[in-house]
């Protein structure tokens, strides 16, 4: 009887989590892990902030004995070139073919580039999505050398944090009239332009650039308010997903490749998990995330639906962002749309708060900053769906751990 082959398809945290599920829930057929960089499946959040610095250990996920232990097959700095559904093949970049019975897509995405912007000048124009590219940015941060940070979401004000910090001046460039305002709204971002501007950070909202050029040993970035000049520019302007080949391929995509709740793809033994996945999510409905625990969560999903389990990942989406000596913590989505209510608890403008999101009385949503301890105790909120007063939650007298109620046993 022919062993069962289950192909892994990106070196990521979400492959990484699929095939440690795989062995962990008795699978012993073939496994095989492709990823197109050099290095092991690692994780990517070091990369702004202690990767960058030069202070964190390696970020791989596993070391290099648990594959041989666990009988996980690697192919690191391999790519992908086709898949053949009917067949269920794929076909390496070197022209090789491998079939599966099961194959998990989990190949995330690329650092968006800008036309005309990207090509100026290799050396000092960065993006910001691998081992490498973190690697060749930390050569160029240097004290008293100017950074331009273009983009102040999560991993452009998290690189202007890690700079700052080595002593580099740096300048956010970001045409929204706050940082981070996409994700946490205007006034939350604002809380962040604050921070920033207290550590030294230029930042510059409502601005566009137009253009960037060479200019002896450094660039000249324009704008459509003037000219500034730098050392490094980084590029942070989102992420863009590894969809071509699953598109040739007739894999439905449409911003991601589109899975149901399990993580499956309406093609038989195809999955996705991960970065690349447009997520049916039981709570949120169709959307994408690039968050950490939601990509580990998802790929053991996938893996255990590769496996037949018919399970869901329906779990609330959490994710944290580390900038200077504060902590970003987020429990089940920080928009507004859909809530009754948002409860404020602490001072905003002194960047300590919890915000929560209430729909029919109960909390649905919780997002803190340095408040570790009370979004812990939100998430418990979130998990256990007791009602909770606003003025419970607002009054900072009232412990929230003690709002938490078991539900009764039958």
């Not at 962990?24 to 092991?40: A, I, K, N, Q, S």
């Not at 794929?90 to 090789?96: E, K, N």
């Not at 580039?113 to 490498?132: F, K, Q, W, Y």
Request: charged content about 25%; some cysteine; overall charge neutral.
């Amino acid at each position: 009887m022919t062993r069962r082959r289950f192909v892994i398809v990106g070196g990521g945290v979400a492959g990484a989590s699929a095939a440690s599920t795989l062995r962990r829930e008795g699978f012993d057929g073939e496994v095989l892990l492709v990823g197109d960089e050099p290095h092991l499946p690692y994780e990517r959040p070091p990369l702004s902030k202690e990767w960058l610095a030069g202070t964190a250990p390696s970020p791989a996920v596993y070391p290099e004995q648990w594959y041989a232990d666990n009988a996980v097959e690697p192919l690191t700095g391999t790519r992908v070139a086709g898949l053949d559904v009917t067949a269920r093949r794929i076909t390496l970049g070197d022209g090789r073919t491998v079939g599966y019975d099961a194959v998990l897509i989990a190949t995330g995405g690329q650092a968006r580039r800008i036309p005309g912007l990207s090509d100026v000048d290799a050396e000092r124009v960065h993006h910001l999505r691998t081992r490498a590219d973190s690697d060749a940015l930390r050569a160029r941060l240097r004290p008293g050398r100017r950074l331009v940070v273009l983009g102040g979401g999560f991993v452009g004000c998290e690189v202007a944090a890690t700079a700052r910090t080595l002593g580099v001046e740096v300048t956010i460039l970001e045409m929204a009239a706050a940082p981070l305002e996409r994700a946490l709204g205007t006034e939350l971002g604002g809380v962040f332009a604050r921070i920033h501007r207290a550590a030294g950070v230029e930042l510059r909202c409502g601005e566009r650039v137009e253009s960037v050029a060479r200019n002896g040993d450094g660039l000249v970035v324009h704008t459509d308010r003037g000219t500034l000049e730098c050392s490094t520019l980084l590029v942070a302007a989102g992420l863009v997903r590894d969809t071509e080949v699953w598109a040739a391929a007739g894999v439905p995509c449409a911003d991601g490749v589109l899975v149901d709740a399990g993580c499956r793809t309406d093609l038989p033994g195809v999955f996705a998990a991960g970065d690349v996945a447009a997520h049916e999510h039981p709570r949120y409905g169709r959307l994408r995330v690039e968050h950490h625990d939601s990509a580990v969560r998802q790929g053991a999903v996938a893996a255990r639906n590769m496996l037949g389990a018919g399970v869901v990942f329906d779990d609330p989406h959490w994710f944290w962002s580390d900038q200077y000596e504060h902590t970003l913590q987020s429990y089940g989505g920080v928009g507004e749309s859909g809530l009754d209510a948002v409860v404020v608890r602490g001072r905003p403008d002194e960047a300590s708060f919890v915000r929560f999101g209430l729909r029919g009385g109960r909390v649905v949503s919780v997002l803190g900053l340095d408040r570790g301890p009370e979004v812990m105790a939100g998430r418990r909120l979130v998990q256990s769906g007791v009602p909770v007063a606003a003025d419970q939650l607002r009054d900072e007298s009232v412990e929230l751990r003690r709002l938490v109620r078991r539900p009764a046993r039958a």
